[in-house]
């Protein structure tokens, strides 16, 4: 691994807004990065040993760089040292717009992905990568390994264009509990999805928050599932919890333990055109009650979505538990200007 970057607070040099959270860039990593075609997941590997692989400019079409008319899989590979200093702050990757398909793993272990590879392909050349890094992965002022996986189905392939850096996630507004990442998911609906003892192991996954178009096959309007698995700490009687599910297109039922808890809009066969046109643009703040919530046990969480046209799912803004206090305290220095 060549070309280990350290990350300095002299590197601060970029800020972007996405979704009300600020983002600084404390890492370009427009730079080059290790790359090969073909496909071997060992590549994921942090402890793999690239330097056999051609060195290729990010961002840049890989046709540009002498893969010229090559279809199908590469992998990206990127070498990084990150100071202990941000140890206790949320870190972001950007990769930019990746045509057609990716996934992505932070020393060895998957963060994220857009789209589908084969054999049920679905491209998301169109999306912007943003991909949160657990704290829990990182090698404080040790190397650390970013690898992608891509696929391209025809024309430009790779990492094409756009923001590529590490960058600081400043959230004002940070959950307690916080639930963004990837979720269990499944198309179709049946009562049973909601039971917290479901054996829901061949799901698949889907990042949320994101629109459930970069994973399917085609557009795909209807009912779907989301699960979750969480726990929260023991707390002194009477600890209450506010859900955040971000904005969820169209209309939606949450079940926490089996129960139902929560709801927008109004589940039914054919859903009436008044309860869905303002539903998709709705921030969903659920204020759950003292016992729907097991302190130091697993609890389950299980969405409800109904997607009438265009794209669906819970596709924005935060994913998490507030704890009553902490939501109302926030909310009320807001309505007092502070």
């Known amino acids: 691994m060549k070309k280990i970057i350290l990350i300095a607070l002299i590197l601060v040099t970029g800020t972007v807004m996405y979704g009300g959270d600020q983002y600084v860039r404390i890492l370009d990593l427009r730079d080059y990065w290790k790359f090969m075609i073909g496909d071997d997941m060992r590549w994921a590997d942090p402890n793999y040993n690239d330097a056999a692989w051609e060195d290729?400019?990010?961002?840049?079409?890989?046709?540009n760089q002498g893969f010229h008319g090559y279809d199908g899989y590469a992998w990206y590979r990127k070498g990084i040292i990150i100071n202990r200093s941000f140890a206790n702050e949320y870190l972001t990757l950007f990769l930019g717009y990746i045509d057609d398909v990716d996934e992505v793993y932070f020393n060895g272990v998957r963060?994220?992905?857009?789209?589908?590879f084969p054999p049920n392909f679905?491209?998301?050349y169109s999306s912007e990568r943003r991909y949160n890094i657990p704290a829990h992965l990182v090698r404080f002022d040790k190397p650390n390994v970013i690898a992608v996986r891509v696929y391209d189905s025809m024309m430009d392939g790779g990492i094409t264009s756009g923001n590529v850096g590490l960058y600081l996630r400043q959230r004002d507004f940070a959950p307690d509990i916080d639930l963004e990442g990837e979720w269990k998911f499944r198309v179709g609906d049946r009562p049973e999805w909601s039971d917290a003892g479901l054996d829901d192991s061949d799901w698949g996954t889907i990042p949320v928050p994101s629109f459930w178009e970069d994973y399917l096959s085609?557009?795909?309007n209807g009912y779907a599932w989301y699960r979750r698995s969480f726990t929260v700490p023991q707390a002194p009687a009477g600890q209450r919890y506010v859900l955040s599910l971000g904005k969820i297109d169209d209309i939606d039922e949450v079940y926490i333990n089996g129960k139902l808890v929560a709801s927008t809009g109004k589940m039914r066969a054919n859903p009436r055109y008044n309860e869905l046109q303002n539903s998709y643009n709705k921030e969903r703040y659920y204020y759950l009650?003292?016992?729907d919530i097991i302190p130091g046990k697993v609890n389950v969480i299980a969405v409800r979505v109904y997607d009438a046209g265009?794209?669906?799912?819970?596709?924005?803004g935060t994913?998490?538990?507030?704890?009553?206090?902490?939501?109302?305290?926030?909310?009320?220095?807001?309505?007092?200007?502070?």
């Open 56 to 63: 290729i400019r990010v961002p840049s079409k890989w046709e």
């Open 111 to 116: 963060i994220g992905r857009k789209g589908n």
């Open 122 to 124: 679905s491209t998301a």
């Open 218 to 220: 085609g557009d795909y």
């Open 289 to 291: 009650n003292e016992g």
């Open 310 to 316: 265009g794209e669906g799912g819970i596709y924005s």
């Open 319 to 338: 994913i998490g538990l507030f704890k009553l206090q902490t939501f109302v305290s926030y909310w009320r220095k807001r309505s007092q200007g502070r």
